[in-house]
């Protein structure tokens, strides 16, 4: 079994090193945005965070269980698929990306990498990391927020994709072709 300080670590770890990830990627890709999706979309974005980090904050008094390894194990091993999907998104995106909703000058659309499962792997990756952090530490309301997360992502996605038929015709022929947000499902 994982100890309960060593996944709580691990959790640590993996949320801090994604916000470096958002901070490197926001600084590396910088762009002049033609529209953005403004504050309810960026909200969207920071939402899961917040709540994910708040409710580890409250942990001791509220949901968590009792830790069992193969649980502990599962939810490492989603959380680091998560983390990996979600870089190899940015980096199929490169200038395309932005912390909120926005279509940039020379915006273009990506269909390569995990852009073929599905249309926003990004909030698909992050759910997994989520509910993989849930897992890991044994903390069943951050299991049950999943949905909740998922949610958010779908209302933040139909806000982008808005955006994205207006500025790239070429988007409505990717929605025929291209689940939005859980590969094979949704």
């Known amino acids: ?11 640590k770890d ?28 960026r909200l969207q974005v920071v939402a899961p965070y ?8 409250v942990r001791v008094y509220f949901g968590t269980y009792k830790a069992n390894v193969i649980a502990q194990l599962l939810g490492l ?12 998104a940015i ?47 044994s903390n069943y309301f951050i299991i049950l927020y999943t949905p909740i997360v998922t949610f958010l992502y779908y209302l933040r996605s139909k806000k982008e994709e808005e955006m994205l038929k207006v500025a790239l015709p070429e988007y409505e022929e990717y929605i025929k072709d291209t689940k939005m947000l859980i590969p094979f499902i949704f």
């Open 50 to 57: 917040l709540v994910v980090f708040g409710w580890f904050s």
């Open 1 to 11: 079994m994982i100890s309960q300080y060593k996944a709580e670590l691990i959790f």
């Open 77 to 88: 091993a989603i959380m680091l698929i998560g983390v990996s999907g979600y870089i190899a």
């Open 14 to 41: 993996i949320w801090g090193f994604l916000l470096i990830v958002a901070i490197i990627a926001q600084i590396r890709f910088r762009g002049k945005h033609k529209q953005s999706g403004g504050l309810i979309a």
């Open 91 to 137: 980096l199929y995106l490169k200038q395309n990306w932005a912390i909120s909703a926005a279509i940039k000058e020379g915006h273009s659309l990506v269909k390569a990498g995990p852009y073929k499962m599905v249309r926003h792997p990004m909030y698909f990756f992050m759910i997994l990391v989520v509910l993989g952090s849930g897992l890991l530490i």
